[in-house]
C-alpha cells in the first residue's frame, strides 16, 4: 500500500507525514471500495492522533523475532554450535564426504593442498549466495524437531518428506540415499574410513569404537564449549538430479551421528544440498553462507526457537539487514579478514531499538548496596544478610593455581609497602611506632589488620595497608605533640578510639550512602593520585641509591692510577684523652694493621679515609637500575605475553599468571650470579616494641591533661573523613561493573571492621591500616578469570573476578610469619621491589577512561581509537573535560605536598563539589558519556518521564468535541 501512494519505505513515508504536521496538517489516506487511496488533509486540532513508537523503527522481521525470542531473562541461553561443512568429491571411483570447513565463531577452510587449517578468519559471503539459501529454505524441505537417531533414519525421513511433497520421484530414493550414506573423511584423518551405511550392518562395532575413540582424541575440543551441539552442512552435485534437493533438519534431541563430525558432539542440525552438475561453486558458496548464519548469534537463537519455515526466513531477512556490501573492485576477496578483538552481540542490536532512551556510556543503576534504608544499622543489616549466604563459597573457591600466583605477588607488594611507609613512618614519628632497623611492627600490624578484614568484611578483594594521606596526617599530628608538650602515643590512641566511635555512628546512620555522589571523575580523581604517588615514590626510591652510591662521571681510564682509598691510623694520644674507661682492645689499635682493614672496620675503629676514589662506590647504582628496571620491564612483558603466538594456551596463561614471580626470581638469580652487594631487603629477625620507653599497649590515662581526652574529638574527625573518603572510594573502584563481581559487596560491613581496626591498633601502638586502592586494584587484576575454551581467533572472554578470601588471608598470614623466612628474603634486593612498585602504579591506570582521554590529547583525530564517547560528544568538549580533570590532579598533588596536606578528606570532597558543578558546563548528554549523571539528575529525569506520560493520558481521556481519529503505524 505504501507503494501505491508513492512511498518506496516507512521511513519516507513518516517523514512526510511529521513535515505536514509541522505545517499544521495532518495528510489522511482513505480506501474506497475499489481499494484506491486518495488522501485528503484535516488540521491539527480536529483530531487527536496515537502512536505505537516502538513500530516505528522495527522491521517486519526483527518484530517476527521479537516476538519468537521473547524478552524473558530467565529463560536458558541456547547452546554453541559448531558447524562443519562437508563437500561431495570423487575418490577414484568412489564417493566421499570430504571435511572442506569449519565454524565455531570464524570460518577455517582446508587450504589447497589439504595439509592444513587456515586460520580464523571472518566469514565473506557473496549476495547472491544469501539470497540463493532464502530461496533454498523457501522451497526446499523444512523438518523442525524431527525425531531421530541415527543418520540413515533421518535421510529416509527426509526423503520420504520430499516425496510427499512432490519435490523428487520415488525413483530417485535409492540413490539419494547411497549419496547421502558415503563415508566421511575429516581434515585430521589420514587413512578413508568405512561409510557410514556400513556402520551399521552387523560386525561394524569395532570401527564406530575407532570412530569414536579418535574423536575423542581431537585435540580442537578444547576450543569447544562444553554444551556445545553441532551443525552439519553437507553440499555437492550429482548427475541424476535435475533441480536441487534441499533439506534443513532440527532434531527434537542432539544425537551423536557415528562420526559425522570431526569432534564428540552431538547434533542437533543437518542442513542438505545436492544439485545438479556445473553449479559446485554455487553450491558451496550457498553451503558457508548457511554455515555461517548458523554460527550467529541471533540466527543461531532463531533456529532453535523456530516454529515454522516463515522464522527462518525472518531470521535470514534480519541478517540481510545487517549485511555489509564490499564493491567488488575496491577489495579483493581473497585477503582474509583478521577476527575483531571485540565483537558485538547481534541480540543486542535487535533489542537497541527499543531502548533509544536508556543511558549512555555512563553507568548503570545503582545497587542496592547503597541503598537508604533509613533504619538503625539497616544498611549493615543487609550486608551481612548479602555475604552470609556466599561466606563457604569464599575459601573452597579459592583452592586454584591461579590463586598461588595471587598471593606470591600481592606479599610481596605488602612488604614493601610495609618497609616503604613502615620507614617513612619511623622518620616522621622519631620510632614511636616504626624503628629503621625493625619493621616487626608494621609487619604485625599489617598481619592483624588484614587477616581479620579478609576473614569479616563485606569485600575481602580489597588490601588493607598503610597509606600516603595517613603517613601525612601522623607526621603532622606527631610535630604538633612535640611542640605543645602532649604524649603523641596516648593522644593518638584517643583519635583512634573517637574515630572508630564516628565510623559506628555513619555505619548506623546508613552514611555510606554518599558514595552514590561519587562518580566516575572523582574516582578516577583519586586513583589517579595515588598510582602517581606510587610511580613517584618508586623512582624516588631509585633515584636515591645514585646518591648513596655516587657514580664517578668525571673517571678517566687513562689516570686509574690516581683514584685509591687508604685507611690511616688515628692519633691514638688524642683520640684516648677524654676516655674514662680504656679498654685493651682500644690499647691494641696500634697493633692494626690499617692498610688491610674494609671500610666499616676503618670507620669502626676511627680510622680516616683517604683518597680520590673513597666516596664513590663503582658498579651498584648502574646495578640497582638494571634489577629496577629490568624487573619492570619483564614483568610488563610477561603480562602481554598471553596474548602472543608462541607456545600453547595453556602455558601461555600459567607464564602470565605467574609473571611478577618470574621477573622477581630470574632478577634475583643474577644479583647473585654477579655478586655485587646491592642494597637488600630488611626482615626483622626479633621480637620487641620500637622503643626502649613504651610497651606492647598504649595506656589511655595518665600522661595528659583531662581535656585532651575531649579535644582529640576534633582530630578524629578529620581522620574519620580521611578513613571514610579512601576506604570507600577504593571500595568504589573494585566493585565496578566493569569487574563482573557476582556476590555482592559490603560498604557498611568494609567500614565498621576498618573502625575496630583502627581502636585496636591504636591500642597496641601500631600504624593506621585503611584499603590500599593500587594494591587492590593488583590483587584484582591478578585475580581476573577468562573462558577456558574459546573458538579459533576469538579473544578469550572475560568472565569476572574470583571472588574469595584465601588469597588475603594468605598474602597476611605470610607477612606475620616473614620474620621465620628471614634467611630466604634477605636475598631480595630492594631496586627489584622498586620495579614491583613501578609496575603496581602503571597497572593501576590502565582501563582509566581518565588517562586514556590524555593520550588522546597527543593524537592527531585520523589515529585516535574508536571510543564510543568520541562517537556521541565533541573532541574539544572531550579535552576540555580532561583538561579540568588534569586541574583538578595537579592541584591535588601540590597541596599533597605542602603543610596543607592535613586536609587531603576535604580536598577529596572537593571534586565532588567540583563535579557538581560541571552540570552548568556540559550538558547531561556529554556527561552521560564521559562520565555518570548524578543521582538526582536521574531520578529528576525519569520523574518528568512519569509526568509526561501522565499529560498524555489525560489529554487522550480529555477528548474533543470532534471525532478521535486514531493512527496506527505499522
Known amino acids: 500500500k505504501l507503494t501505491s501512494m508513492g512511498f518506496y519505505s516507512p521511513r519516507v513515508f513518516l517523514r512526510h507525514i511529521f513535515s505536514s504536521q509541522e505545517a499544521g496538517v495532518w495528510p489522511i489516506w482513505m480506501e474506497d471500495e475499489t481499494g484506491r487511496l486518495d488522501q485528503t488533509v484535516v488540521g491539527n486540532k480536529d483530531f487527536s492522533v496515537t502512536f505505537l513508537p516502538v513500530h516505528l523503527t522495527v522491521s517486519p522481521a526483527a518484530e517476527r523475532l521479537r516476538y519468537i ?120 584423518k589420514k587413512p578413508i574410513h568405512r561409510s557410514l551405511a556400513d556402520l551399521g550392518k552387523s560386525g561394524s562395532g569395532f570401527f564406530i569404537l575407532c570412530s569414536l575413540l579418535f574423536q575423542l582424541k581431537n585435540k580442537f ?51 542438505v544440498l545436492l544439485g545438479p552438475l556445473g553449479k559446485a561453486k554455487s553450491y558451496n558458496e550457498i553451503g558457508r553462507a548457511i554455515a555461517t548464519l548458523m554460527v550467529d548469534d541471533l540466527f543461531s ?25 564490499l564493491p567488488p573492485g575496491e577489495w579483493d576477496p581473497k585477503i582474509r579478514i583478521e577476527p575483531p578483538k571485540k565483537i558485538p552481540s547481534s541480540v543486542f542490536n535487535l533489542n537497541e531499538l527499543g531502548q533509544m532512551n536508556g543511558t549512555a556510556g ?15 544499622c539497616g544498611g549493615l543489616f543487609l550486608d551481612i544478610k548479602r555475604k552470609l549466604p556466599w561466606y563457604p563459597s569464599d575459601f573452597y573457591e579459592g583452592f586454584h593455581i591461579q590463586s598461588i600466583s595471587a598471593v606470591l605477588f600481592i606479599y610481596l607488594g605488602c612488604i614493601t609497602n610495609a618497609i616503604t611507609f613502615g620507614g617513612l613512618l619511623g622518620d616522621a614519628t622519631d620510632n ?18 588484614g587477616t581479620v578484614f579478609c576473614l569479616f568484611s563485606g569485600q575481602p578483594l580489597i588490601i588493607l595497608s598503610s597509606t600516603g594521606p595517613i603517613l601525612i596526617f601522623e607526621k603532622l599530628l606527631y610535630e604538633f605533640s612535640k611542640n605543645n608538650g602532649i604524649d603523641y602515643m596516648e593522644l593518638r590512641l584517643w583519635i583512634g578510639i573517637h574515630s572508630c566511635v564516628q565510623c559506628l555512628f555513619l555505619v548506623a546512620m546508613d552514611a555510606s550512602y554518599i558514595i552514590k555522589y561519587m562518580t566516575r571523575f572523582t574516582e578516577e580523581g583519586f586513583s589517579s593520585l595515588i598510582s602517581f604517588i606510587f610511580i613517584s615514590d618508586a623512582i624516588k626510591k631509585m633515584v636515591g641509591s645514585f646518591k648513596y652510591y655516587p657514580i664517578n662521571t668525571d673517571f678517566k681510564p687513562d689516570y686509574v692510577t690516581a683514584y685509591k682509598c687508604e685507611c690511616l691510623a688515628p692519633d691514638t694520644s688524642k683520640s684516648i684523652l677524654g676516655i674514662e674507661h680504656v679498654t685493651s ?43 629496577f628496571f629490568g624487573t619492570y620491564t619483564m614483568t610488563v612483558t610477561l603480562k602481554k605475553f598471553k596474548f602472543s603466538r608462541y607456545f600453547p594456551t595453556k602455558l601461555r596463561k600459567l607464564i602470565s599468571d605467574f609473571s611478577i614471580f618470574m621477573s622477581i626470581m630470574t632478577f634475583v638469580g643474577l644479583d647473585m650470579l654477579i655478586g655485587l652487594q646491592t642494597p637488600k631487603l630488611i626482615v626483622p629477625t626479633e621480637f620487641k616494641p620500637t622503643r626502649a620507653d613504651r610497651g606492647w599497649f598504649v595506656m589511655p590515662f595518665g600522661k595528659n591533661p583531662w581535656w585532651v581526652y575531649l579535644a582529640s574529638f576534633v582530630p578524629a574527625l578529620l581522620v574519620t573523613i580521611l578513613i571514610f573518603m579512601d576506604q570507600q572510594i577504593s571500595a568504589v573502584i573494585v566493585n565496578r561493573k566493569e569487574n563482573k563481581l557476582k556476590k555482592g559487596c559490603g560498604y557498611h560491613l568494609d567500614l565498621i571492621w576498618v573502625g575496630f581496626l583502627m ?206 481519529v486514531s493512527v496506527l503505524v505499522a
Open 585 to 627: 682492645e682500644m690499647l691494641n689499635i696500634t697493633a692494626l694493621d690499617w692498610t688491610q682493614l674494609s671500610k666499616k672496620e676503618c670507620v669502626k675503629y676511627g680510622g680516616s679515609l683517604v683518597g680520590k676514589s673513597c666516596k664513590y662506590v663503582p658498579d651498584l647504582a648502574l646495578m640497582s637500575f638494571i634489577l
Open 362 to 376: 555512563g553507568g548503570g543503576p545503582l545497587g542496592e548496596e547503597l541503598a537508604y534504608t533509613g533504619r538503625f
Open 759 to 964: 581502636a585496636a591498633c591504636s591500642f597496641m601502638g601500631l600504624p593506621w591500616y585503611v584499603a590500599a586502592t593500587v594494591i587492590s586494584i593488583a590483587h584484582i587484576d591478578s585475580l581476573k578469570m577468562e573462558s577456558e575454551s574459546s573458538a579459533p581467533g576469538e579473544q578469550p572472554q572475560f568472565l569476572g573476578v574470583r571472588e574469595q578470601r584465601l588469597t588475603g588471608i594468605l598474602v597476611f598470614v605470610l607477612t606475620g610469619v616473614s620474620i621465620f623466612l628471614a634467611p630466604i628474603l634477605q636475598f631480595i634486593p630492594m631496586p627489584v621491589l622498586y620495579g614491583v612498585f613501578l609496575y603496581m602504579g602503571v597497572a593501576s591506570l590502565s582501563g582509566i577512561q581518565f588517562w586514556d582521554r590524555i593520550k588522546l590529547i597527543m593524537m592527531p583525530a585520523k589515529h585516535q581509537p574508536d571510543f564510543s564517547y568520541l562517537r556521541h560528544v565533541p573532541l574539544r568538549r572531550v579535552h576540555l573535560f580532561t583538561l579540568l580533570q588534569i586541574v583538578c590532579l595537579a592541584v591535588l598533588w601540590i597541596l599533597k605536598s605542602t603543610f596543607l596536606a592535613i586536609i587531603f578528606p576535604v580536598m577529596i570532597l572537593g571534586l565532588m563539589v567540583i563535579r557538581k558543578m560541571l552540570d552548568m558546563v556540559f550538558s547531561q548528554h556529554d556527561l552521560a558519556w564521559l562520565d555518570d549523571i548524578l543521582p538526582e539528575k536521574e531520578k529528576k529525569k525519569k520523574e518528568d518521564e512519569k509526568k509526561n506520560t501522565k499529560k498524555e493520558k489525560k489529554k487522550g481521556k480529555g477528548g474533543n468535541d470532534s471525532e478521535d
Open 301 to 325: 537463537d532463531v533456529a532453535y526457537k523456530a516454529r515454522d519455515r516463515e522464522d527462518l526466513i525472518a531470521g535470514i531477512d534480519e541478517f540481510l539487514d545487517e549485511v555489509i556490501v
Open 432 to 449: 614511636y611506632q616504626v624503628h629503621l632497623a625493625n619493621f616487626m611492627s608494621t609487619f604485625l600490624g599489617t598481619a592483624l589488620a
Open 69 to 188: 525470542l521473547g524478552d524473558d531473562e530467565e529463560t536458558m541461553p541456547t547452546p554453541t554450535l559448531f558447524t562443519e561443512m562437508d563437500t561431495l568429491q570423487q575418490e577414484g571411483d568412489e564417493l566421499e564426504w570430504k571435511e572442506s570447513a569449519r565454524w565455531v565463531k570464524f570460518e577455517e577452510k582446508v587450504e589447497e593442498g589439504g595439509e592444513r587449517w587456515s586460520k580464523p578468519h571472518v566469514s565473506t559471503l557473496s549476495l547472491h549466495s544469501l539470497f540463493e539459501l532464502r530461496t533454498c529454505l523457501q522451497t526446499g524441505t523444512v523438518l523442525l524437531d524431527l525425531e531421530g537417531y541415527s543418520l540413515p533414519q533421518i535421510v529416509d525421513d527426509i526423503i520420504e518428506r520430499q516425496i510427499e511433497e512432490g519435490l523428487i520421484g520415488p525413483e530417485l530414493r535409492d540413490k539419494i540415499s547411497f549419496v547421502l550414506l558415503r563415508k566421511h573423511r575429516h581434515q585430521t
Open 221 to 271: 575440543m578444547k576450543k569447544i564449549p562444553r554444551d556445545a551441539e553441532a551443525s552439519n552442512v553437507l553440499v555437492g552435485e550429482v548427475d541424476f538430479l535435475e533441480k536441487p534437493f534441499v533439506a534443513f533438519v532440527r532434531l527434537s534431541q542432539a544425537t551423536t551421528l557415528g562420526g559425522l563430525t570431526e569432534v564428540p558432539v552431538p547434533t542437533r542440525f543437518l542442513f
